[in-house]
């Protein structure tokens, strides 16, 4: 059977949603999570429909990709296809040729799960591995312990200081209560939780978004942050812990996270936290 591209509408970003669902198991790649789309969904439901595309064969998803950006496509691809070659001819033909609207001319990135066999195919192609990210995973089998200082669950009334945080702790945020309203009335924020840590003269010091992909899989935190006024004190990895907490509420088996591996400050408060860091992954990239 042929292999259909296709860009999804808004009615149709639910099957994408649910089959990323499916993909998650622990021991799995670092690969795109639902959660991702339920980030990017800050932007629009329409905007994250333009952003996706997916691969089918025979009326099944076989691989789902976000462009996340004008020039990076995060790639995955379900477990009992990663070694199907005419897929991943498919994908290559597909995300090469600026013509089938995947991705532009120029210096472009991929990110695929490791191991997948059109990570050889675009290494063929003369694509060169970019700068290492660093996985981290924690089990979530045993309690967690109490993070130690006041969380609050964010819902409505609370999305302005969710948004305050989000802009403090990351340089040219945008974040807005607005984007926050788009994002939880996304498909994948169903299965969500938005948190913000208080220190103890009430400030909002941190905040983290979980996302479940149903009990009994990874669960994903995207985005962390702690607000730059209130950095070195601790609220990282209270807050890291809190985000476990409230993933192992929603029956997730373990929470994963990835960051930067030059973020080494960042990695430090997810092992704090008790994430256990595992082999580093890269994007693959296209010179201009």
Known sequence: MEI?????????????????REWQYDGSPMQLHPGDLGWFWRLGAEATAAAVRTWSRDGHILAVGLLDGPGLL?????????????LAQQLIEDVTQPERGVL????????????ALVQDLLFEDSWNADEPWTPLRRDLTEPV???????????????????AVHRA????????????HAMAAGLPYADARCLVAYDEQG????????????PGRPGLLEPMGVHREHRRHGYGEAITVAAA???????SSSAIVCAPSA?????????????KQRPEVRDQYRDA
Request: glycine share 10%.
């Open 4 to 20: 259909a591209l296709r860009k999804p509408g808004v009615d149709e970003l639910s099957e994408a949603v649910g089959v990323l």
């Open 74 to 86: 995060r790639l995955t691809i379900a477990p009992d296809a990663q070694q199907d070659e005419e």
């Open 104 to 115: 532009p001319e120029g210096r472009v990135n991929i990110e695929a799960p490791m191991g």
């Open 145 to 163: 312990k109490d993070p130690g200082v006041r969380i609050e669950l964010v819902g409505p009334e609370q999305a302005h200081v969710f948004a």
């Open 169 to 180: 702790a990351f340089d040219g945020s945008t974040f807005t209560d607005k984007r926050w």
């Open 203 to 214: 400030n909002a010091v941190a905040a983290v978004t979980v996302w479940s992909a149903g």
């Open 245 to 251: 907490a409230a993933l192992q509420e929603l029956g």
């Open 263 to 275: 973020n080494v400050g960042a990695i430090a408060t997810y092992k704090s936290a008790g994430f």
